[in-house]
């Protein structure tokens, strides 16, 4: 059987070897007779499973002792609520840079249980680039400044990490967690819904500071307040046993790979030879600042966006898949996440050539 080269932008690609791994294991887990899904989340070998999970991400990321990880439902829209709740503690204002649609969401999320100030924003010119620090209006008296590290839709990725003095700082890291080393002392928090770089979706890490929490807002849903989820292991009530297990598997691979420092060197030279196609083609554009371009999310037009449709159908036809770009934007959009190899990216720049020597 074949595989497509598949960029969606998520649920996204797997690595093959971890289905494989996944699929030789589906009926019957490791001599056990049955397989993950029909296990206890309480039983030893379920157990054995998730902790492995979390040890293996503390080892990619060199996730700091006094770091909580944990294991969360509700992907990262879940998580727009969950920080206010959890990370106010007293307080009743926000700081967020606001670089596109996922910070927008964010930011209508909390606004429900805080006043949330704009640090800067990008809308100036149409979040094609992410602001610098010098140009952030950081209030003192804020609970927390919130960002987002990779603006999924737009392709625009921060080149730098805010400093943000004694004021918490909380990144979502949907789109680009495990691409690339981090330094995970800086931040105060670190979210990543699953489906994009991590595994299947129904999953949202979650990495927090752990002196941040006991304090949630009144009110908060007891599934939803991190305290009770890491004084439980992520597993106060029953949590995405597959989708942790999966992410397992994930983690396993990349440590295999040689960790994130070598994904981010396949990483750049995937995104580089991508950008520096589309910017020598005269063919496609990409509109991001240079310095913002992301590393996983590629979005280009076509000279003529008539021509759109005859792209996607002659990509399809190479089994290069979900190209399009996201329903608001429109144009294309490459997502080219950790699973997305190098030969995936050739083809497509050899798709691309072809159509564009046809059509040009
Ligand atoms: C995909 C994405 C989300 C939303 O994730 P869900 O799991 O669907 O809630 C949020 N933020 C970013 C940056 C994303 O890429």
């Not at 990370?87 to 967020?96: E, H, I, P, Q, S």
């Not at 983690?251 to 994130?260: A, S």
Request: aromatic share 10%; proline share 4%.
């Amino acid at each position: 059987m074949t595989r497509v080269y598949n960029f969606c932008a998520g649920p996204a690609a797997l690595p093959t070897a971890v289905l494989e791994k996944a699929s030789g294991e589906m009926l019957n887990w490791q001599g056990k007779g049955l397989s993950v899904m029909e296990m206890s989340h309480r039983s030893t070998e379920y157990v054995s499973i998730a902790t492995q999970a979390e040890q293996d991400l503390r080892d990619l990321l060199s996730i700091p002792d006094n770091y909580k990880v944990l294991f969360m439902q509700g992907g990262a829209t879940a998580q727009f609520a969950m920080i206010p709740m959890n990370l106010l503690r007293g307080k009743n204002t926000a700081d967020y840079i606001h670089t596109g649609q996922w910070s927008a969401k964010a930011i209508k999320e909390a606004s429900r249980y805080c006043e949330v100030k704009l640090a800067a924003s990008a809308e100036d010119k149409n979040f094609t680039y992410a602001p610098k620090q010098a140009d952030l209006k950081l209030n003192p008296d804020a609970a927390y400044v919130h960002y987002t590290p990779n603006e999924t839709i737009g392709g625009v990725e921060f080149d730098y990490i805010p400093e943000t003095g004694d004021v918490p700082l909380v990144a979502d890291f949907s789109s680009s967690i495990l691409s690339e080393e981090l330094d995970v002392s800086k931040f105060a928090l670190i979210y990543a819904g699953a489906q994009k770089n991590i595994g299947p979706a129904g999953l949202c890490i979650v990495i927090v500071r752990e002196d941040l929490l006991g304090d949630v807002l009144e009110g908060t849903p007891t599934a939803m307040n991190y305290q009770v989820a890491a004084d439980n292991g992520s597993m106060y009530n029953t949590p995405a046993t597959y989708s942790w297990y999966l992410a397992g598997l994930v983690f396993d691979w990349l440590k295999q790979q040689g960790g994130v420092s070598a994904m981010a060197v396949i990483n750049q030279r995937k995104a580089k030879k991508l950008y520096d196609y589309i910017d020598a083609s005269g063919f496609y554009a990409n509109p991001v600042a240079v310095n913002n371009r992301s590393k996983m999310n590629v979005p280009f037009t076509l000279k003529d966006a008539a021509l759109d449709k005859t792209f996607l159908a002659g990509a399809e036809q190479k089994g290069l898949l979900n190209l399009a770009g996201h329903r608001s934007v429109g144009g294309m959009r490459a997502n080219i996440y950790n699973a997305v190899t190098e030969e995936a990216v050739d083809a497509l720049i050899d798709f691309m050539k072809d159509f564009a020597s046809r059509n040009g």
